[in-house]
């Protein structure tokens, strides 16, 4: 668990804040992600439950998120969906 900065930036243009924000979110995570990264391509060594040493490899699999993050993390505008290509005139 980490704390994201929620920044102010004094840029004039609304769209480039926003963009700036988004950077630093994915720059964020990719920091606090970093140690899972490592894991899971190169392992790690742990200690199974009878002690015995195991080389393991841990990707992260599960992230969760509210719908405006959901979006921010897959890179979509908010009329599309984060988990398919269905824009908003096909969701039904």
């Known amino acids: ?3 994201i900065p929620v920044p102010k ?3 004039s243009n609304a769209r480039v ?6 950077q630093l979110f994915h720059q964020c995570i990719s ?3 970093k140690p899972l990264k490592a894991a899971a391509k ?3 060594m742990m200690n199974g439950p ?3 040493s195991r080389y ?7 992230y969760v998120a509210d719908t405006p993050e959901e979006l921010l993390v ?19």
């Open 50 to 52: 009878v002690g015995n």
């Open 56 to 62: 393991c490899f841990m990707p992260l699999i599960s």
């Open 17 to 22: 804040r926003g963009i700036l924000v988004d």
């Open 9 to 11: 930036f004094v840029h």
């Open 1 to 3: 668990i980490t704390l």
């Open 74 to 92: 897959a890179c979509v505008c908010s009329n599309v969906s984060p988990v398919t290509t269905a824009t908003r005139d096909q969701f039904g």
């Open 31 to 33: 920091i606090v992600t």
């Open 42 to 44: 190169m392992g790690i």
